[in-house]
């Protein structure tokens, strides 16, 4: 290492442990504050530790360059869950040293929640826990917050510790108030104002003058108390002190009662370190390894609470002071750990005259700081944007805050135990929410929206007064427990107005035994009511499935179709003929087209004159794509079906013209070549008019030529307004 990138890393962490002593005088005392004031000095002893051991040994098992290691709100908050907890325990009241024996506990559960963490990093659950759910984590941070500045509401107002509420008003000290708002704001006004000292710095020694000239002047007896001093640096608990002392199965027969409480811990550290990580990569621009990080951090607490000292994890504003100051290697922290001890050991003592209210006031400043941006966004969109959003998008802010609130609700009035599992069975929830996507993609009739079977205009009337009988369920995703449900009481609602349904399976992607289960029962019941139901687009895996768990015993073999548009134009074909409309093997003369439509029998006869008469005796090419264009068709006999050539042989079909109805007049009218493959489908007759044709047709017979564009120009608007519907439902849906 040069000397310039030495000199960055002591730059680095010793400012960093400048922003680490405010910290640490804070959340020092969270876990111990329900042992009483008499541990104050155990708690910060055991915090500066951690923080010491964290950068000693982060260097010698290989630590990412530029992590520091302090104490977080969270885990100091759960073992001070874990103290309340095992106050009440029978066997640690029996003891000699309640109070003691409680402190080694925690001790314990910090060196078991290392174990955790190792596991989690040999495991390689790092990148798992990075998919933890937004309004999980900020709901648990919330509930922390919320916890905070609860727990700095006494010292605030110049209250001891362990007061009870109803006596607040007897023993409040209002000088104290003064003296933790005005430190509340130098913490932000220094953190905008003062770069080159942490903001909490300035706010601590101005805080603590402020104090003691205020006790100079009015009296100590009209402020509040100071927090404890750290008079000496190595522990006077240890895990292993007391195993060698009383023997290990003592401890050992507490782990599954520390379990829980440890497991939550790693949790929490593990997350704290991988936000580290991502702090890292975006200063340094390499790739980090979040699975070694965990099994460094699990093997540092395990040693540590060994040793005596409470949970040290990833801190994310350290580190973040840490590489704006020049730090970048593992180096940085043996500087932080160096400085730390200078600090413990030669202003240990002086510690002491921190006032409580000073400590309280920059809990709140942490609290207020750790709610992050997208909180807050969360909470102004939910109150600003109402009539902005959308109904669906208003909806989903709103779930997601109602988790939040939840979880930081439940954080509040019960324990952070109990937070974090409601953290887990939410982000559960959320997860098999989000798997559980809206199957309904859309529903239609075939009222506005038609097969691609272009018909009489008579008959595409018909179709747009009564196509509401006719209705199509698009369904996409996946077919389970959760989802066919939904399909099924679509099919069911839908059944209410329409005659005949259709369920595109199109997009569905898989099916489970529970989900044709529930497709076959509803189909059952759509045959009880005399609905018809045709299945549309399923893959040949799901098809396959869906008919060996019985549904082909209910939907006939000719009801399954390979797209939806051929089911849509049977059940059209069957809507027509119940309305006395022929259409399968439908004949139409050539005055019946609607080419001749408006012309007299004379003028049909006169116009037949001009026309190209072409036989068809089985399906045939009428024109191919790439054909000179000059001419239109009118099939009498059979359905013409345009094809659009696509490579490697294949073609689609769109667009289905049935008898007596115009087809390729485009070319007619633009005489350029043809952009499809015609195909007459079976016998019939094909009547070609060609531009030549239709000139002395004007020449001869002008009204017959005027009849034969309006009818042209009638059948181009009625298909262009039929797609400008269907179009307009497509963006709708």
């Not at 540092?300 to 350290?318: D, E």
């Not at 769109?654 to 390729?664: H, K």
């Not at 007049?665 to 493959?677: F, N, T, V």
Request: aromatic fraction near 6%; charge should be neutral.
């Amino acid at each position: 290492m040069n000397k310039r990138g030495l000199a960055g890393d002591v730059s680095g962490g010793v400012t960093a442990a400048l922003a680490a002593v405010p910290v640490e005088l804070v959340y020092g005392l969270f876990a111990v504050a329900p042992l009483g004031a008499a541990y104050a000095n155990h708690g910060l002893r055991a915090a500066f530790l951690g923080c010491i051991l964290g950068g000693v040994l982060g260097l010698l098992l290989r630590t990412t360059g530029g992590m520091l290691t302090g104490s977080r709100s969270a885990p100091g908050l759960i073992l001070g869950t874990l103290a309340a907890a095992l106050l009440q325990q029978v066997e640690v009241q029996s003891s000699a040293d309640p109070v003691g024996m409680i402190f080694v506990l925690l001790l314990l559960c910090t060196a078991l929640a290392g174990v955790f963490q190792l596991l989690f990093g040999m495991a390689r659950v790092g990148s798992a826990l990075k998919f933890v759910p937004y309004p999980v984590l900020a709901g648990l941070v919330c509930g922390v917050a919320l916890l905070m500045v609860l727990f700095a509401l006494r010292p605030a107002l110049g209250i001891a510790f362990g007061t009870p509420w109803r006596d607040a008003l007897s023993v409040w000290h209002p000088l104290s108030i003064i003296v933790a708002g005005v430190t509340l704001a130098l913490c932000f006004f220094a953190q905008r104002s003062i770069k080159r000292v942490p903001g909490t710095v300035v706010a601590l020694l101005a805080g603590t003058l402020l104090h003691h000239a205020l006790a100079l002047v009015a009296g100590a007896d009209r402020l509040g108390g100071t927090s404890g001093s750290v008079d000496g640096l190595w522990p006077q608990f240890s895990v292993w002190q007391v195993a060698l002392d009383q023997g290990a199965g003592n401890l050992l027969a507490w782990l599954p009662t520390l379990a829980p409480y440890a497991l939550a811990i790693a949790a929490f550290s593990s997350l704290e370190a991988l936000l580290c990580l991502a702090a890292i990569e975006s200063r340094s621009f390499e790739r980090t390894d979040g699975d070694r990080e965990l099994r460094t951090q699990g093997l540092v607490n395990l040693v540590s609470g060994v040793l005596g000292a409470t949970p040290s994890i990833g801190q994310l504003s350290r580190v973040m002071v840490n590489l704006s100051s020049g730090g970048h290697s593992a180096f940085s922290g043996v500087a932080y750990s160096a400085a730390l001890v200078l600090i413990v050991v030669f202003a240990g003592n002086w510690m002491g005259l921190v006032p409580s209210a000073v400590t309280a006031a920059i809990l709140i400043f942490y609290a207020i700081t750790m709610v992050d941006d997208g909180t807050r966004r969360l909470i102004v969109q939910l109150l600003t944007q109402h009539g902005q959003l959308t109904r669906a998008q208003y909806h989903l802010l709103l779930e997601n805050f109602g988790v939040t609130a939840l979880v930081a609700l439940v954080a509040v009035a019960g324990d952070m135990m109990k937070a974090v599992g409601i953290g887990v069975a939410a982000a559960v929830f959320l997860f098999v929410r989000s798997s559980i996507k809206p199957v309904i993609r859309r529903v239609f009739n075939a009222q506005h929206h038609r097969s691609l079977k272009v018909r009489a205009l008579e008959d595409m009337q018909l179709l747009e007064r009564e196509g509401e009988k006719i209705s199509v369920i698009e369904v996409e995703g996946s077919l389970f427990f959760g989802t066919a449900d939904r399909v099924a009481r679509e099919i069911e609602k839908v059944a209410e107005y329409a005659t005949s349904l259709i369920l595109d399976l199109k997009r569905v992607s898989d099916v489970d035994p529970t989900g044709a289960r529930t497709l076959l029962q509803v189909a059952r019941k759509m045959k009880a009511r005399q609905r018809v139901l045709l299945l549309s687009g399923a893959n040949r895996r799901v098809e396959r499935f869906l008919r060996a768990m019985g549904l082909e015993t209910v939907v006939q073999p000719e009801d399954w179709h390979d797209d939806l548009d051929t089911a849509l134009e049977k059940l059209e074909d069957a809507l027509l003929a119940r309305n006395g409309v022929k259409t399968c093997g439908a004949v139409v003369d050539l005055a019946q087209t609607g080419l001749a439509a408006g012309l007299s029998e004379a003028q049909s006869q006169a116009l037949e004159g001009y026309l190209t008469k072409r036989m068809f005796e089985s399906a045939g090419m009428v024109f191919r794509n790439g054909d000179e264009g000059a001419s239109l068709f009118v099939a009498t006999g059979s359905v013409v079906d345009i094809f659009l050539p696509l490579q490697h042989g294949r073609q689609k079909r769109v667009a289905s013209f049935a008898p007596g109805v115009v087809f390729g007049e485009m070319a007619l009218l633009e005489g350029k070549p043809r952009s499809a493959d015609a195909v007459v489908q079976g016998p019939s007759t094909v009547w070609e008019l060609t531009r030549d044709s239709l000139a002395e047709i004007e020449i001869r017979h002008p009204e017959i030529a005027r009849r034969i564009l309006l009818n042209i120009s009638c059948s181009l608007a009625e298909r262009l307004r039929m797609t400008t519907v269907e179009l307009r439902l497509a963006v709708e849906g």
